[in-house]
């Protein structure tokens, strides 16, 4: 992991509904994250991205890589990403620490794996094999669970263990973390402090309508604008750490009128992050403390 890292700013995840509205206001979005599997062994797509580029910085963000998995990775895939991350020369990019396949069979979902060291060791692996393969910073996201894994490790301290055993980055999703709290009953800035925090190179962002919240389960159903809690983690994050160099918000459906709604949150995003200038200088992971990231 470099030392320095660029500062991109407040982004969005990119998707089809939003693309229009996006472009017509370019100058409300830092940066995009893309969805890495729509474009993978797409030299139609590609192109389309290529373009893209040229209005804004991407960042491939991927569901498949499955790092969890007790088989070995799937180099083809880790290949298949490389070259949508190349394409568009991206500072980074990530996954989840989960798997969704396991042997040979895709199960269609972010899985949690166990909660052990040795399981922990194993994904730490595979991430940093993913990570000198493709040549550039490979991140890993909290994931969002509906049923608690067995095992010796906390959700925080299994996060903890995977990034101690690799020189991967943190990708944080302050709602997953909402998420969690509500469905399996712990604190969640609790949980924010006993994380990583020096890790952290990007944030997630994102809302849960009230149909998210089913037979006693909150889901991470990213429709609706960003709720107050998640944004009151991101303010806790910054008064404990440097501006993680980059922060974005997610939305995947209630796509209906919703760019006001998603430009608020950019705004609001923004004014916690003013805030909290000049508080702390951002190391990258693994680096010395001091190091300035650079735009």
Known sequence: MPTTLPTLGVGLGHRVELHEAIMVNREAVDWL??????????????AELVALREHFVLVPHGLEMSVGSDGPLDLAYVDAVARVADAVDAPWFS??????????????????????????????ANAQRVQDRVGRPFLL??????IEMPGELSQAEMVRAVLD??????????????????????????????LPLDRVVQVHLAGNSDAAHVGGMLLDSHDAPV????????????????????????????FSGAFDEIEADLGKAREVLARHAHTH?????????????TR
């Open 227 to 254: 709720g107050d809690q998640v944004f009151g983690l991101l303010d806790r994050l910054l008064g404990q750490v440097a501006s993680p160099p980059a922060v974005m918000i997610e939305r995947d459906a209630g």
């Open 95 to 124: 996954d989840h620490l989960c798997f969704t396949r396991d042997n040979g069979i895709d199960l269609g979902n972010l899985v949690p794996t166990v909660r052990t060291a040795a399981k922990a060791r194993a994904i730490a």
């Open 281 to 293: 200088t951002h190391a990258g992971p693994g680096s010395g403390a001091g190091s300035e990231a």
């Open 165 to 194: 055993h690799c020189d991967c980055g943190l990708l944080l999703d302050l709602n997953n973390i909402v998420v969690n709290s509500v469905n399996q009953g712990f604190d969640a800035a609790e949980h924010l402090d006993s």
């Open 141 to 146: 996201e909290n994931i969002a669970t509906y």
């Open 33 to 46: 994250e893309i969805v890495t599997d729509r474009y993978l062994c797409r030299d139609d797509l590609l």
